[in-house]
């Protein structure tokens, strides 16, 4: 949630009308100088670096050099400092969403499907499957394995809660494609999180579907040996 709210914090720099403008300005004419900027804007020119200069410090643009006279060698002058749009992606939704990952691995899972010639849908139960073995890879090594598969819940927006001896899922990150193809979608969701569950070491939780109103289909709960009892703890 903590990089939900830097974004949140970074976007706030378009908050004010001058800023505003000066991004736009730069969305529609490529890179800009402050000169350019001063005179589309009619600021003046401390006013124009500064909105720019808050922008870049807010990851939304960024800055080179080059030289705008059109003239190069001795007595061309000295190159001018410019502002371009940031290669920077910024998704907020409330609850968090998370359809870059849902469309990563449906895009993986039709290239391996069509490579391996398997049907789609056991492309996507693989790809979903890895990516949740590397994503727990993000999880620190310290403390608790149980505490850390609820730090990266929370870090993919899922907004786990412990309801008994399970952890309950009250947002679902793919909720709109989930609406649309539920069994397609819920089905990868439940392989994710289980590949999450297998690469964190000790974390002794097992997913299933169970699909609630107002909670994600996937709930997780202590595993269970096969004569039915507890792994110790």
């Not at 969305?27 to 922008?55: M, N, Q, Y």
């Not at 990851?59 to 000295?78: F, I, N, Q, V, W």
């Not at 994600?216 to 009892?229: E, H, Y």
Request: net charge neutral; hydrophobic share 40%.
């Amino acid at each position: 949630m903590e990089e939900f709210f830097n974004e949140v914090s970074d976007i706030a720099s378009l908050d004010h009308p001058v800023s505003r403008a000066a991004y736009q300005l730069v969305v529609e004419r490529g890179w800009v100088t402050r000169d350019a900027a001063t005179v589309a804007l009619d600021v003046p020119r401390s006013v124009a670096a500064f909105h720019l200069d808050k922008l870049v410090d807010a990851g939304l643009l960024d800055t080179r050099y080059e030289r705008t006279s059109g003239r190069t060698g001795p007595g061309a002058g000295r190159p001018s400092k410019v502002y371009g749009r940031s290669a920077r992606e910024i998704n907020l939704s409330l609850p968090p969403r998370r359809y870059d990952l849902a469309g990563s691995v449906l895009a993986d899972a039709v290239v391996r499907a069509d490579a391996a010639e398997i049907p789609v849908a056991q492309a996507v139960t693989e790809v979903a499957r890895q990516v949740g073995q590397d994503v727990a890879n993000e999880v620190s090594g310290s403390g608790r394995a149980r505490d850390s598969v609820i730090e990266l819940l929370r870090r993919y927006g899922y907004e786990p809660r412990k309801r008994g001896r399970e952890i309950a899922l009250l947002n679902c990150p793919f909720h709109a494609l989930a609406e649309q193809h539920r069994d397609l979608v819920c089905g990868m969701n439940l392989e994710f999180l289980t590949g999450v569950l297998e690469g964190v070491s000790g974390a002794k939780l097992s997913a299933r579907l169970a699909p609630e109103p107002g909670y994600c289909c996937v709930r997780l709960a202590t595993a269970t040996r096969r004569d039915g009892a507890e792994p110790p703890r």
